[in-house]
Structure formats: C-alpha cells, structure tokens
C-alpha cells in the first residue's frame, strides 16, 4: 500500500480506502501481514448473490416508478441511446458502465432506504460476475429490454416494469449458469464449515 501511495504521490489513506472497497465488494483479497491480490471467483457467493438480485431489483424497479421524473425519463432515454451506440461499435465495457447507470438511476428512486441500499450493494458485490456477460447477444437483448422498461416507466406500469426487470435478471442468470454452472455445482458440494 505504501509502495502504491509513493508511486503516485498521494496519501495513504485513500488508497487503503479503495482497497477496503474493492475488498467489499468480491474482488480483491486482502491478506493480514503480506498485501492484497485479485479475488479468486468464489461461485457459490456468486449464485447466492444472482439469486438475491433476481427476487429484489424486480421490487426495487416496480416500488421506483412513482418516483421516476420527466427529467429522470429524459436521462434514461440517453442512456439508452448511448448503450445503442456503444453495440454498434462492439464497445462491451463500456455498454456495461452505462448499463449500472441505467439500472442506478431507477433503483435510486426507490422510496424505501433499506431495499434501495441493499440493492446497490448487492449489484457491487456481483461485480465480477458481470465481466462474463461483456458480449453482443447478451447486451443486445438487455438493450431491447431498457427500451421497454423506459417505455413502461413512461405509461406508470409499475407491474410490467417489475415483470420486464425479472425476465432481465432471469436470462443473466441463466447465461451465468450456462458458462459456470459445473463449478457452481462443485462449489455446492463443497463440505460447509458450522458457521455457514
């Protein structure tokens, strides 16, 4: 950490920060006494978190659309327009950063503290699962999606809203699986230590 803070010649503070925050939310490990490394994808944690974001953004998004402005509509449809942008020039990574603003702006709606925060933090923690849908199919159907909820956010339909963020997470999932499901289905068989 002292090596990062002279290299760049800031304080170290910050960087332990950003460390305890990368640490928090699954991708890095920090080892007492001898530094920090990447995290090792743990696919139990990852499935248990996919599940939990498949049954609470749904809620999120539908308790969100009373609160959703003609100034937050208008930003949506240029997020919209830039994750459009972003396919045609096969810009994964960056469709993705724009994605989590889409999906932030929403949630951040939500009049309910508790389910709003849980939500963000789940999406942080699943962070490193998402590097694995960074591909056309997938981001084109998840495109065609956000159309839909604006739309749907645009009519008041909160139900519809719920039901569309549902098909949304459900096909994530189901992409996740197709790519890691033997591993997740050897991490469950692992032998469980008492306290979990």
Not at 24 to 33: F, T
Request: charge should be negative; aromatic fraction near 6%; charged fraction near 30%.
């Amino acid at each position: 950490m002292s090596g990062i803070a002279q290299k760049y010649g800031v304080s170290p503070i910050p960087i332990r920060e950003a460390l305890q925050r990368l640490a928090q939310d699954g991708l890095l490990e920090i080892i007492p006494h001898v530094g920090a490394r990447v995290a090792h994808m743990d696919y139990r944690h990852v499935w248990e978190l996919m599940l939990l974001r498949e049954q609470i953004e749904p809620l999120t998004a539908k308790l969100a659309v009373s609160s959703i402005t003609g100034k937050d509509l208008a930003k949506l449809d240029e997020y919209n327009r830039q994750m459009e942008e972003c396919l045609e020039a096969g810009e994964h990574a960056k469709y993705e950063k724009i994605n989590k603003q889409f999906h932030s702006l929403i949630y951040s709606r939500c009049p309910f503290k508790t389910i709003r925060e849980l939500t963000m933090d789940l999406w942080s923690q699943s962070a490193m699962s998402r590097t694995v849908l960074l591909d056309g199919k997938i981001n084109q159907e998840s495109n065609e999606d956000h159309k839909e909820m604006v739309e749907c956010i645009r009519r008041g339909d909160a139900d519809q809203v719920c039901e569309i963020v549902k098909r949304h997470k459900e096909r994530a999932f189901r992409r996740f699986m197709e790519k890691y499901g033997i591993e997740i289905e050897r991490a469950m068989e692992e032998p469980r230590s008492i306290a979990e």
